[in-house]
Structure formats: C-alpha cells, structure tokens
C-alpha cells in the first residue's frame, strides 16, 4: 500500500516560479515520479529521481525544472522556474515501490498515483 499527496499548486503568471511537493508513504526509497496532464492532451511524464540521485526530465521542462528528494520526509520535490502557459496542467506524482534505480517516465511503470495538484500559467 502507497499513498501520495501532492501540493503546491495554484496560479501565477508566465516567467513565474512554483514549487511542488510530493509526500509519500511508506517512507522507503522507491521510485516517485512527476507526471502532468492538459486537457485534451495525453499524460506526459515531467521528471524522476532514482535512489542514486539520477534525475530524468521531459524535453520539454529540461533547463526550468529540478527534482529533489528530501529522505528524512520521505518528500519529492518539484522546483518550476520560468513557467510558460504550456505548462498548465494537473500534475501528479506516481509510485513504483519494485523499482529504485530504474525510474521511467512512462505512465504505464507506476501502479500508484496521488489525486492531482493543478498548475496554471496565465500569459
């Protein structure tokens, strides 16, 4: 059993920073995934963090977006800077508790999702 809570979302202007957080349970180091999704649009995997610190992004985020974990809080991070309208989407991280090292960013690795925080960038 895996749960995940999201938070930090909201709406802030284009050029803008925000930061997510991901609180899972329980507290072991499994991997957590970020993952968002725009209306009318496929659910695109955004960045991961494996048990080595390996971070993988989208092309699309690479160069704005930071993935951190905190371990003590058993926490993930996710740090956006320069925001664009395109990033509006519900965001969500994802859990496989088989994997440490192999973290994906493909939706069908993850059996264990949290509800959403939703992110919204007004131009």
């Known amino acids: 059993q895996v749960q995940l809570v999201e938070s930090g979302g909201g709406s802030v202007q284009a050029g803008g920073s925000m930061r997510l957080s991901c609180a899972a349970s329980p507290a072991k180091r499994y991997c957590v995934t970020w993952f968002r999704q725009a209306p009318g649009k496929e659910r695109e995997g955004v960045a991961t963090?494996?048990?080595?610190?390996?971070?993988t992004y989208a092309n699309s985020v690479q160069g704005r977006f930071t993935v951190s974990r905190d371990n003590a809080k058993n926490t993930l991070y996710l740090q956006m800077n320069d925001l664009k309208p395109e990033d509006t989407a519900m965001y969500y991280c994802?859990?496989?508790?088989?994997?440490?090292?192999?973290?994906?960013?493909?939706?069908?690795?993850?059996?264990?999702w949290g509800q959403g925080t939703q992110v919204t960038v007004s131009s």
């Open positions: 994802a859990a496989d508790p088989s994997r440490s090292l192999a973290c994906g960013l493909s939706q069908t690795q993850y059996p264990y």
């Open positions: 963090f494996n048990l080595e610190a390996k971070q």
